[in-house]
């Protein structure tokens, strides 16, 4: 039997998935670039920064007052029980540990 090259072992182990994923991704990636150089457009300056900052902004949803108080009100309390919980798990180590090396 003649020895095969690695390209031809690979090609014939691949069944068809990986070398034709890899060309695939190879195409997408030429098209991606192609996209992002031809909508790319000059800016001037400053000022089309500030203009595009201030749409992008007048675009968010702000949570109303009482959607701030309420999150933060629930942030607050999850940390208050997060901290009394490890506060006992750590004291219950501590007792154990203590009583298991005779320092009680």
Wanted: charged share 30%; aromatic share 6%; hydrophobic share 40%.
């Amino acid at each position: 039997m003649p020895r095969r090259s690695h390209a031809e072992a690979f090609a014939e182990a691949d069944e068809g998935g990986l070398l034709k994923t890899e060309r695939s991704c190879r195409k997408n990636k030429v098209m991606a670039n192609e996209t992002l150089t031809t909508n790319d457009k000059p800016k001037s300056g400053i000022a089309d920064f500030v203009r595009d900052t201030r749409r992008e902004i007048a675009k968010v949803t702000w949570p109303t007052r009482r959607e701030v108080g309420m999150t933060t009100t629930l942030i607050v309390v999850f940390a208050i029980v997060t901290g009394v919980f490890f506060l006992a798990v750590d004291s219950l180590l501590g007792r154990i540990v203590s009583f298991v090396l005779g320092m009680d």
